[in-house]
Structure formats: structure tokens, C-alpha cells
């Protein structure tokens, strides 16, 4: 049972509690039984203390799980073919856009383009493929012309690269050696640089690690839980000052957590869900680092039903439950059909309720 169904399930009893007593205590005040017999029946001088109202709304249940604000998982970004000595790498905390260096070997930068799939071979006139249309397509997102965008590298690509090498202060050869660039989704934001100036960079190397631009909330999730953070789920996100905002499960994947050990006894390994939780408007983070979040996944949901406040139910003699309705200077116990509880309300059905109907509360 999670925090929350816990401190609804505590308010819950609590409030049956004091219903019974002072349904116990209005009765003998005033006469007023639970309806049996005649006791059904409208009664006048025997208005409650207090009332509320049958509303018709949709209730949400949630389970909340606590995540950590950040930039979301790290990206290990290994030295290429491209060997010799850094000459300089960009700074933790920085932000990286396409066509920019991420860091030079020998003062010859690599640099930084968008795409899925990674370089694994050098392009020259001539070559065709996947990796042809998306370098091509990043050079036209610079600026540069003259070549079609597609499969294959022409002429016409290699004259565009001249020029895109002679920007860059590279040697103007017309063709694009591996390890030249790097492929990311998009800008990328430097963690932590692993080699220091003056390494020797050889392949595989770690340079450096960098995280996506915009701040997320990872959160780990029991496997029992998983079905309430499908990709796209729309999630309400708790920050530090109780304020509360929108967000949704941007991704998902599956993790073990090797556990710890307890009084000698080895570590269990559990699989977990992490969820990814993008916020709507990500300024409502402005000013947070790292941050622990609550994250308030729906967990059941009831559209457009009768509810009444939860303090308004009453214990009946023979078992259930029911609300005092009053009308007027008139009041009836009507038995009622209890569902989901949320948020101190309670879904009812019975006899005669409808929007509007005013109900007993016992304080």
C-alpha cells in the first residue's frame, strides 16, 4: 500500500469513527434511529449540525513515488578513429549545438551533428546509404547547398564539404574520415569531462559524458506498478514548494536494482520500471538543480459519478452505509452503494440522490 492510500485509508477510518459517534449521539439527542420502520420516514426539529452536498465530478486516485530531478541518463562519448593528443574539450555544464566542437585532437575539432545513427565508416563520393542522407541532411541545416538530400554522396556533397571543412579549419578534402563527427537526438549538455588536456586520445577512449538539455524526473517503479507509467501518461509532478504541475512518461525502461545487503544475507537483484517524466512547461523547474520529486501516477480514475463527502456516511444498524439527505427542515437516512474514495470524497449511489442533494456531517 503506498504513502498516500495509506493516509487516505487512515482518514477513512478515522472519519467512520466519528461518524458512528455522532450518529450515535444524534439519535439519542434526538431520537432519530437508522431507518428501519417508521425511522425511514421524514422527521422534523433533527437538522444536522452541519451539511454537505451530492456533486457529480470524476474522481482520481493516485500513487505517488518519489524521483529525482536531473538531465536524465548520461551518454558515454568514446574517442574515434581520430588519434593524437586533446587540445581541448568542452566544459561540464555546457551546452553543445549542432555543427559545434565537442573537442579537438591535435586542435582539429570533432563536432557535434543530429542524428540516430551513429558514423561507422568514412564518406566520400561515391558511397551510398542511410548515414549519406543524415550527415547530408545536417549540412543543409547548416547552410550549405548545392547537392540534393539523399542516399548518395555526389560532387556536389563533396564541394558542399570543402566549404564546410574550410569553416572548421580542416584539411579540404571532400570526404568526411570516422571519428570526424558525432551523432546525438539533438543539443547535448556536457556532465563531466573524462580526459584532461594533454591526454593522449585513442580509440574508446572516454572524452567526456553528456545528458539531453531539458531536466526530467527519473523514477524508479515496482514491476506491480508498471502498467500506470506507459509511455505518454499524463502524471502530476509535486515540487519542493508543494506547488503541483503537469507532466507526462516520456520513455520507460526496464532496470535492475542489485538491492543491498541485510544482517549477512546477500543482496536480492529486483527488476524495476524507470520512468522518464518530462514536465509541460519545464520553467516551473527554474532554479532547481537536483531535486527529489514526488510523481502522482493515476492509479484508478472515475468519470462524472455522484459523490459525497466521505464524513458524511453513516454506519447502518443492519450493515452498509447511508447519508442523512435534508430537505427543507426535514431529514431521511437513505442507504447508499459506496465505490471509489479520493480526495475526501466518496462515490455513492442510493435512492433518490442527484447533484445538488444536500447530506448530514455529523461535526
Known amino acids: 500500500m503506498t504513502r498516500r492510500r495509506r493516509r487516505t485509508a487512515g482518514r477513512v477510518v478515522a472519519g467512520m469513527a466519528a461518524v458512528l459517534a455522532a450518529g450515535a449521539a444524534t439519535a439519542a439527542a434526538t431520537g432519530i434511529g437508522l431507518p428501519t420502520g417508521d425511522d425511514a420516514k421524514p422527521r422534523r426539529g433533527t437538522l444536522p449540525p452541519a451539511t454537505g452536498t451530492i456533486t457529480k465530478e470524476t474522481l482520481v486516485d493516485t500513487t505517488s513515488k518519489t524521483g529525482r530531478l536531473d538531465y536524465g541518463g548520461t551518454t558515454t562519448l568514446n574517442g574515434g578513429k581520430l588519434t593524437g593528443t586533446l587540445t581541448s574539450v568542452a566544459a561540464p555544464g555546457s551546452t553543445v549545438a549542432r555543427g559545434k566542437p565537442l573537442y579537438r585532437v591535435d586542435n582539429t575539432p570533432v563536432l557535434l551533428l543530429y542524428g540516430a545513427l ?8 561515391g558511397v551510398e546509404g542511410p548515414d549519406v542522407e543524415q550527415f547530408e541532411r545536417n549540412l543543409a541545416e547548416l547552410g550549405y ?38 551523432y546525438a537526438p539533438g543539443e547535448i549538455r556536457v556532465d563531466v569531462d573524462k580526459a584532461a588536456l594533454g591526454d593522449a586520445v585513442q580509440p574508446g577512449q572516454a572524452v567526456l559524458t553528456y545528458t539531453g538539455t531539458r531536466r526530467v524526473v527519473s523514477v524508479e517503479l515496482e514491476m506491480a ?17 508543494r506547488t503541483t504541475v503537469p507532466g507526462k512518461v516520456a520513455a520507460t525502461a526496464t532496470i535492475i536494482d542489485p538491492g543491498k545487503e541485510s544482517g549477512g544475507a546477500p543482496a536480492t537483484p529486483t527488476t ?5 517524466v518530462v514536465l509541460d512547461d519545464e520553467k516551473a523547474v527554474a532554479g532547481l538543480d537536483q531535486a527529489s520529486i514526488d510523481v502522482a501516477f493515476t492509479s484508478s480514475r472515475r468519470e462524472n459519478v455522484l459523490t459525497a463527502p466521505v464524513a458524511a456516511l453513516l454506519a447502518l444498524a443492519e450493515g452498509g452505509y447511508g447519508v442523512q439527505v435534508v430537505e427543507g427542515t426535514t431529514t431521511r437516512i437513505v442507504p447508499v452503494q459506496t465505490g471509489m474514495f479520493a480526495g475526501g470524497r466518496v462515490e455513492v449511489t442510493g435512492s433518490g440522490l442527484a447533484q445538488g442533494t444536500t447530506v448530514g456531517m455529523p461535526t
Open 118 to 125: 551513429p558514423a561507422y565508416r568514412n564518406l566520400a563520393a
Open 145 to 182: 547547398t548545392g547537392f540534393t538530400v539523399d542516399t548518395k554522396y555526389t560532387d556536389g556533397t563533396a564541394a558542399a564539404v570543402r566549404k564546410w571543412q574550410k569553416a572548421n579549419g580542416l584539411e579540404e578534402t571532400g570526404g568526411i574520415e570516422l571519428g570526424r563527427v558525432h
Open 225 to 241: 506498478y508498471a502498467s500506470l507509467a506507459g509511455t505518454g501518461t499524463a502524471v502530476s509532478v509535486r515540487l519542493p514548494d
Open 272 to 276: 524495476k520500471l524507470k520512468a522518464t
